[in-house]
């Protein structure tokens, strides 16, 4: 298997590589590792600091919606992501669904509805439980368990546990 | 550096991110889902690949004194609980914070969602953070492993590229990747 730009498919080890080795302009140059949920915090924040200034009194929030470089390089990042990967997709000529059918079996409706409903619940939870630990699979994961920080393992850990066991109770066998 | 370079940089990084978890498959909830129902094992080659890469750049970058680590604290109530919750999250959205920007540049509709939902996630724990860090402590120590045992960080860091390595190449020859795809590329294998 190839990795050129127009391939439906990369072996998962030369995207591993290819994602790890962000970390080199992450640390170089922004001083930060690779992150995604606090960017999250920065543009919810900010949105809602526009009908409720009093958020930006509770100290989080006033730190997430600095406009630093560290803030607003994430949220290019995570913006970047969704850039990226269409250009990968229409590169490659990718067709697919609206939603993808395997949520048809886990969930054994194919009502967009609800899966819409899902998914921003199942956003809600994502993000509220990335915050409370501070840091998400990128966070915690790759950057956290790179420099070998206890805390992020135990994180991963967790993260990994609640998923598994969430896809065991609450989803059928896709 | 100016906001500006840093925003510029970050796109530039983003769109190589997003571009490797397209091509990776491993932002389609299928290989999600299916990792955390161990049908599919690509997220985990994905992952631990790039936790390795990251900590063979990184023991080279500090051990010759380039960077300074950003390791987050260690604090284990909040890194349970909030792990927990957020991999309830994961499999439920068949997404990570990360990925689900991916899922709607690639075209999952329902992705947007999960990010509207992410949204109000995040300003929902900022209303909430002075009360729930006044609960779980959000101030330990930043420790890492290698300080448990009195050896440079990048000692520590290669072996456990080393480690994983080992891991992956048995992971690989137990279940190779190219059985992983699915006819559609989405890690669904039924279809």
């Known amino acids: ?174 | 550096m100016t906001l500006q370079t840093a925003i510029a940089i970050g796109l530039l990084m983003g769109i190589v991110f997003g571009f490797a978890l397209e091509k990776s498959r491993v932002f389609e909830p299928g290989v999600i889902v299916g990792q955390m129902q161990f049908q599919n094992f690509i997220m985990l080659k994905v992952f631990l690949t790039a936790v390795a890469t990251g900590a063979i750049v990184l023991a080279f970058l500090n051990g010759f004194g380039f960077v300074k680590l950003a390791p987050k604290a260690a604090n284990f109530g909040a890194d349970i609980v909030g792990g927990l919750v957020l991999g309830v999250g994961i499999t439920l959205a068949g997404a990570c914070p990360g990925t689900t920007l991916a899922q709607i540049g690639a075209g999952y509709r329902d992705a947007l969602f999960t990010l509207f939902g992410g949204l109000f996630g995040a300003l929902a724990y900022s209303y909430f953070e002075p009360r729930i860090s006044s609960v779980l402590s959000m101030n330990g120590p930043k420790t890492i492993f290698t300080d448990y045992v009195g050896i440079p960080y990048w000692m520590g860091a290669l072996a456990l590229a080393a480690i994983l390595v080992v891991m992956l190449v048995l992971l690989e020859r137990w279940q190779p990747y190219s059985e992983e795809f699915g006819r559609n590329y989405d890690g669904d294998l039924h279809s």
């Open chain 1, 1 to 174: 298997m190839s990795i050129s730009l127009t391939a439906k498919a990369w072996s998962p080890y030369a995207a591993g590589i290819g994602i790890g080795i962000l970390q080199i302009p992450a640390f170089l140059l922004i001083e930060t590792a690779l992150g995604a949920s606090s960017s999250y915090v920065t543009v919810a924040d900010l949105i809602a600091s526009w009908f409720d200034p009093s958020l930006l009194k509770i100290d989080y929030a006033a730190k997430h919606v600095a406009l630093t470089g560290k803030n607003w390089w994430q949220v290019a990042l995570v913006g970047g992501i969704a850039i990226g990967a269409f250009l990968s997709a229409k590169l490659s000529g990718a067709r697919r669904a609206a939603i993808s059918p395997v949520w048809q079996r886990a969930t054994g409706t194919s009502s967009p509805a609800k899966r819409y409903a899902l998914a921003f619940l199942a956003g809600f939870i994502m993000l509220f439980g990335a915050r409370i630990a501070d840091g998400c699979t990128s966070g915690h994961g790759l950057s956290g368990m790179a420099q070998l920080s206890v805390g992020s393992t135990v994180a991963v850990a967790a993260m990994f546990a609640g998923a598994i066991l969430a896809a065991k109770v609450l989803l059928r066998r896709i």
